[in-house]
């Protein structure tokens, strides 16, 4: 059964502070990767898709990485309004709805404090 | 530019009701989908389509129910509501050439 786990589940940094979420997964064959971006009280917003080991794609202060397991999402001097839940969803070749299914794992909590 | 649009955004029902909730795109998107999304489970998939008129069952389907008549509409229907599908329910869509998911605004739903 496919699997992603999120870490930390919260964590707060000050602004300024650069730091990384972890989202370690285990499917058949990954299709994909996927990074949101969740406000309180919103739907989830599209950040980065990955596809492959050794991938990176940037936006302002975001950087996600992927390795085989595992995928970072680095956040360089983050200003309080980058504060939000950060989802990571897999997407599994082996899967039987294949492309239509998302795994999504539970979400960092990210406070970033003025 | 509306994307996608969920009604009602809150919503309180009894057990045993009947509900119905809507979700509209207006990116001709022709993926749509249906997540409920609950503490400590993330974000779980009921239902999906891949055009109108084709649908088919995602990870949780139980007790609920889809209809895809036209492309930009996606309503899911709660038969007869119990205390455990109380949740957040997000609609979302892709096109169907590229798999990232575009999510609505949610529906929180209260049975009571």
């Known amino acids: 059964e496919d699997q992603v786990t999120q870490s930390p589940e919260a964590l707060r940094l000050q602004e300024g502070e650069s730091s990384s979420l972890n989202c370690s997964y285990t499917?058949?064959?990954?299709?994909?990767l996927f990074w949101y971006r969740q406000d309180p009280g919103k739907g989830p917003e599209f950040l980065f898709t990955l596809y492959s080991a050794g991938e990176e794609k940037e936006k302002e202060r975001l950087k996600a990485t992927l390795t085989k397991k595992e995928s970072f999402l680095h956040i360089t001097a983050p200003k309080p309004e980058d504060s939000a839940t950060y989802l990571c969803a897999v997407q599994d070749w082996g899967y039987e709805t294949g492309a239509n299914n998302l795994f999504f794992g539970t979400g960092t909590r990210l406070t970033v404090i003025p | 530019d509306a994307g996608i649009t969920q009604s009602p955004r809150y919503k309180i029902t009894e057990t045993g009701r009947q509900v119905t909730l809507m979700c509209h795109q207006t990116?001709?998107?022709?993926?749509m989908f249906w997540y409920r999304q609950d503490l400590g489970h993330g974000l779980r998939l009921i239902y999906y389509s891949a055009a109108a008129d084709i649908t088919d069952k995602g990870e949780v389907p139980d007790g609920y129910v889809v209809s895809r008549s036209k492309t930009e509409n996606f309503p899911l229907t709660l038969e007869s509501a119990t205390r455990s599908q109380t949740s957040v329910y997000f609609c979302a869509s892709r096109t169907g050439s590229s798999y990232e998911q575009y999510f609505g605004p949610g529906t929180r739903l209260t049975v009571t």
């Open positions: 990116w001709s998107h022709s993926y």
């Open positions: 499917v058949s064959g990954l299709r994909g």
